[in-house]
């Protein structure tokens, strides 16, 4: 029997892992029974309009946890300050640590190019830590990997310097409700703040189950260019016919600057 993947997804803020990825975490926890550990470099407390940071960072933390358990996974939050993230050596160096403590196979993360500066530090953070686990010397009070782990950049839609490369993509409509859910635990995200940035919070409505229509509307715009953008390459994994008809897709760039997909750990990591 073999073993389950570990996988660590580092995003820059809560939310953003099952923004960008889901439908992906969502499988390797039903379908592989992989250890999923989730962390959110910054603490939030800088996205909202009314509620203060302390107030932020306690309750972000709290949505993370209710995210993670929607799927089984650790759901955790840094307490780097949101808006301030930067790709500095000490904030390397923790990357590292965290790595080779998990001992990840597969680690998910942003691009370093991004309108976001923090998801711009995280991905840079995580390129520049992805050969030094390696490497003794570097943050030697945790034992080195002997080998990078894989990692794939999540899902974006920038064009500049460089679009993302699709090498894996997934349709993730069985696992939109999981996503949902998860989405959903970040209330003061999803039906506070980002309506608020949209100039659409009017349009939330107060009944609960009301809610919960209202965010698959507001996720379906938010992400149906995906299908489109990634068309082709869901025609080559799906065929002609299914492929044309996808909505919900998650795609996925592999990193240079760590270990690739080899056949051994595309069958571990990738069967799907």
Known sequence: MSIPPRILLLGAHPDDAE?????????????LDATVKLISMTDGAAGHHERSSAELKELRQRESAHAGAVIGAEYINWDLPDAHLEATIENRDRVIREIRAFRPDLVLTHRSCDYHPDHRAVGQLTQDASYLVTVPKVVPEVPPLFEDPVILHMTDLFTRPAPLRPDLILDIEPQLASVMDMLACHRSQVFEWLPYENGILDQVPEEEEAKLDWLGHWFHDQVAERADRFREALVTKYGEEKGQCVTYCEAFEISEYAAQLDDEKRAKLWPF
């Open 19 to 31: 923004y960008h990825a889901g439908g992906l975490l969502t499988r390797y926890r039903k379908e």
